[in-house]
């Protein structure tokens, strides 16, 4: 991707400052003026004073959920382009991303030059990989949860409440990582 030199607006927004830091250095490299921020509150403040052309954002922001700032940000200016990461993908999380407007969702780790390409994609892929297992019955029950949780705002009480489950049950399942196929 070929930046302009008027040095492009990119956003970072992850509670992990020290990825943060890492990536804010990698993407200054590649012609970005980069912003940092770490929580859902500063992120919405720095973005309407901002309003970066570009925005990568972290699914999981403390107890937060990223998507919110999607919406947001997609407010302020359509075309900002929006990569999410996470270390905890999901189909419900990715699917809404993509509904809300990112341009892209990434699994961590990534690197800086797997964000560029994600920022330079406009189409679909039809050449990408089926994976030819089946899901494991650990991945869809964390797939499912996911599920109900958006359906539910992120919303642990209400979430626990659909799955009748108990909610610090639900928070533990929610606190590790997807199983593996």
């Not at 925005?55 to 700032?69: C, R, W």
């Amino acid at each position: 991707m070929n930046v302009s030199i008027d040095h492009p607006s990119l956003l970072i927004v992850d509670d992990d400052k020290t990825f943060c830091d890492v990536l804010a250095k990698a993407m200054t490299k590649r012609g970005f003026e980069v912003t940092c921020t770490h929580d859902i509150h500063t992120t919405t403040k720095q973005a309407e004073a901002l309003i970066p052309e570009y925005a990568v954002i972290d699914l999981k922001l403390g107890n937060e959920s990223g998507l919110s700032l999607i919406e947001a940000i997609k407010k302020l200016d359509p075309g900002t382009r929006i990569v999410v990461l996470t270390g905890y993908a999901s189909i419900a999380t990715a699917v809404e991303a993509i509904k809300l407007g990112a341009t892209h969702y990434l699994a961590k780790p990534v690197d800086a030059d797997e964000i560029m390409l994600a920022f330079e994609r406009t189409n679909g892929d039809v050449g990408t990989p089926i994976n030819p297992h089946r899901l494991s019955v650990e991945r869809m029950e964390w797939e499912y949860i996911h599920h109900i949780l958006v359906e539910n705002d992120n919303n642990i009480s209400a979430t626990a409440k659909a799955l009748n489950m108990h909610r610090r049950t639900l928070q533990r399942k929610l606190s590790k990582r997807p199983a593996q196929i």
